[in-house]
């Protein structure tokens, strides 16, 4: 089946330093999804991203959709201690075939 | 406004034993997603409803997993006859339209 690769696995940064990750696939999908989950919790929508080629910021977050459909990058700008936690890209076709990358874990040092 | 809710929040039951996990979703979100998820791993699709029906179950590993959305609302995952390997937390979403999922927190199942 569909599978997503994600990069960096585990990442330490310092606070205020900016964050870079990205989401690989073989397959291509029509929306990209980036979601943070916070332990005990449920993944939370951060940008969700429709066309090849789109850049979508959200505060600090910048998301873009590769143009081969395939890809997509995650950018914290400035990061802060609330930023720790998982980041999940998701892809998915029109609500079905759903899929979640296995995440990468963000650690921030004060 | 209320988010997704799910019950119980935690669940231990022994190997062999039938659960039944509830999902809430948003009023008015016509589709409804549930996941399992173990540890240190992104969710894995199990079922997807879109109204009543079931628009997609490829993601149920084996007939012992069932999900029901009766009145396209409330959804309930049943597990029959329940494994350790079926220890995971389980998740449900839901989306007024395909694409942006708003999740539940998730129903954390141990089997003994």
């Known amino acids: 089946g569909q599978q997503l690769n994600q990069s960096p696995q585990s990442m330490f940064i310092q606070e205020g330093e900016d964050v870079s990750m990205n989401c690989t696939s073989s397959?291509?999908?029509?929306?990209w999804l980036w979601y943070k989950q916070d332990p005990g919790e449920g993944p939370v929508l951060l940008i969700a991203?429709?066309?090849?080629?789109e850049l979508t910021s959200n505060g600090r977050l910048t998301a873009q959709f590769g143009i081969t459909r395939k890809d997509s990058f995650l950018n914290i700008s400035a990061s802060i201690p609330s930023d720790v936690g998982i980041y999940f890209c998701?892809?998915?076709?029109?609500?079905?075939?759903?899929?979640f990358g296995p995440g990468t874990r963000l650690s921030v040092l004060p | 406004g209320a988010g997704v809710s799910q019950t119980p929040s935690n669940k231990v039951t022994e190997k062999g034993k039938y659960v039944e996990l509830r999902c809430d979703p948003i009023?008015?979100?016509?589709?409804l997603y549930w996941y399992r998820q173990s540890l240190g791993q992104g969710p894995e699709f199990l079922i997807y409803?879109?109204?009543?029906?079931?628009?997609?179950d490829s993601g149920l590993p084996n007939d012992r997993f069932f999900a029901v959305r009766p009145e396209g609302s409330v959804s309930t995952l049943k597990i029959q006859r329940t494994e350790r390997g079926d220890s995971a937390v389980y998740l449900c979403?839901?989306?007024?339209?395909?694409?942006?999922?708003?999740f539940g927190p998730g129903t954390r199942l141990t089997v003994l």
């Open positions: 979403a839901s989306s007024p339209t395909p694409g942006e999922q708003f």
């Open positions: 397959s291509i999908f029509n929306t």
């Open positions: 991203l429709y066309k090849a080629g």
């Open positions: 998701a892809g998915d076709n029109y609500g079905q075939n759903f899929v």
């Open positions: 009023s008015g979100h016509t589709a």
């Open positions: 409803f879109q109204g009543t029906g079931a628009a997609d």
